[in-house]
């Protein structure tokens, strides 16, 4: 038997790492992204010091409406290092999530049906992601230990941190920023989700992607509520995403009409992209359309009780909204919709429940004012040409363009 005490064993620190060893982690963190289901993976510096002037301009313009969380943490969203201090590198990821049989235009060319924004029509991206670049961290340290390597430090984002991910993923090179402020590419379009692993080693950074926009201004042109108001500039207060989302009290009168059926966000201005002609569908079945959430009609989600709306969207995007905003929103649809007295009744009926507060009551006696004007119009025209013409040019481009999706 030996009396020897084991020696814990002493791990190199992470700046003995040598160039040629930090490239090879990152063509590995590469791969691995692509086994943990990242379409693609980019790598980056911190320093967005070139954002920070537009972004305090897009603030101090107030396009960020009531979403305080956009300016409360000052220029931190352009200091991935102040984030997360150590941070040196960023490395970027993408996963697409459009759906198979996503019915674009069937969805917007019939009133009686609620569009919703095709990103949450499945699971929630946020955790799942974050777990998988969490995961991604995991593998580079165990790499990192199996060199003889300390362990480096890193944590994962998506979405909901303060930090300027497109702009990140632009100097990654996962694509460009497109006129409508998202990012794309050339081989995939714009269907996909951003997150990031910041990390504290110097690993090689990637190239930028040059703009592919060119004289294209498509988005612009669709926008229903004229939100892309320069090119690559979007005044979040207007954009239907933060109406039907992240507003929390009544949706201004000026834009429920452009609303139209969607109840959930909005994709038109990646609709009209003609570069999403080649966007992949996803891999991830977690990203699918549940059967509750496909092709709905607008009376059926409308009847749902809380209840209802809570086990029907549990672990979808949908469920952080609410129920009361979900009604403020298929209320707003109702009123666009076509005359119908189902529609007058089921408006009526919903108006009595315990369920409505004052503010969905308010969307409520519009839409029934707006079902009333057009029951006094005897309104015979057909259900399309109730769809606006900026959203008829829409669909008519998706059935040229995105046919496998329209
Ligand atoms: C706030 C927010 C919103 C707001 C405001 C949108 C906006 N454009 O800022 C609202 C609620 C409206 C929204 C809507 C949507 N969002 Co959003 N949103 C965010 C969030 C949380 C922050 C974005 C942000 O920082 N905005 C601040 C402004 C200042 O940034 P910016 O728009 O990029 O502005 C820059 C440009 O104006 C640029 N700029 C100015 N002048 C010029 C000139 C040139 C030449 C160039 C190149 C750039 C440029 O400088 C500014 C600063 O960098 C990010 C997640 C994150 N943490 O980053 C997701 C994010 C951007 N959203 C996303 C998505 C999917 C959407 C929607 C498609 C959802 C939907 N279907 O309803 C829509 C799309 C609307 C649109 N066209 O932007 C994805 C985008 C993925 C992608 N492919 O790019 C993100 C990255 C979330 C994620 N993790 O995947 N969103
Ligand atoms: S998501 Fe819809 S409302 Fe928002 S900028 Fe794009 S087209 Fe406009
Ligand atoms: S629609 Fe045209 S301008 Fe807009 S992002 Fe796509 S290519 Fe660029």
């Known amino acids: 038997m030996s009396d020897s005490i084991a020696q814990p064993t002493q791990l190199a620190p992470l700046n003995s790492l040598t160039s040629a060893q930090l490239s090879e982690l990152a063509l590995n963190i590469k791969i691995w992204g692509k086994e943990l289901g990242f379409a693609q993976i980019g790598i980056c510096d911190t320093d967005l010091s070139e954002e920070e002037p537009k972004l305090q301009a897009w603030l101090d313009k107030g396009y960020h409406g009531e979403m305080g969380y956009m300016a409360n943490h000052g220029m931190m969203r352009a200091r991935p290092h102040e984030l997360h201090p150590g941070t040196k590198r960023v490395i970027s990821a993408r996963m697409n999530y459009l759906p198979p049989e996503a019915g674009f235009a069937f969805n917007l060319k019939d009133p009686n049906l609620g569009y919703i924004s095709r990103y949450a029509g499945g699971r929630d991206y946020h955790k799942m992601i974050r777990n998988r ?86 988005c612009i042109k669709s926008c229903p509520t004229n939100a892309i108001v320069e090119p690559y500039i979007v005044d979040g207060s207007r954009c239907i995403s933060y109406l039907t989302i992240e507003l929390q009290g009544a949706i201004p009168l000026e834009f429920r009409q452009a609303i139209g059926n969607r109840i959930y966000g909005c994709d038109d201005c990646q609709l009209v992209c003609p570069v999403n002609s080649k966007a992949p569908v996803t891999e991830e079945s977690d990203f699918h359309t549940r059967a509750s959430l496909k092709q709905p009609q607008l009376l059926e989600l409308f009847a749902w009780s809380e209840a209802e709306f809570l086990k029907l969207t549990e672990g979808s995007p949908i469920r952080r909204i609410g129920h009361a905003r979900w009604l403020r929103n298929i209320a707003v649809a109702l009123g666009n919709a076509p005359a119908s007295s189902s529609i007058v009744t089921a408006l009526e009926a919903r108006k009595l429940t315990d369920e409505v507060d004052e503010m969905v009551s308010e969307h409520i006696d519009w839409a029934l004012a707006e079902q009333a004007a057009k029951q006094d119009d005897n309104q015979s025209e057909p259900t399309a040409l109730l769809v606006s013409r900026k959203t008829q040019r829409v669909i008519r481009s998706v059935e040229k363009g995105l046919p496998r999706d329209a």
């Open 133 to 218: 670049l969490k995961k991604l961290g995991d593998r580079i340290e165990a790499e990192l230990k199996a060199l003889g390597i300390n362990k480096p430090n890193s944590r994962p984002f998506v979405d909901s941190a303060p930090i300027l991910e497109r702009p990140l993923a632009d100097k990654a090179g996962l694509g460009w920023t497109g006129k409508h402020s998202l990012l794309l590419s050339e081989e995939v379009g714009s269907w996909f989700f951003l997150g990031e692993l910041l990390i504290d080693l110097p690993l090689p950074v990637d190239i930028p992607v040059a703009e592919g926009c060119k004289t294209c201004v498509a």
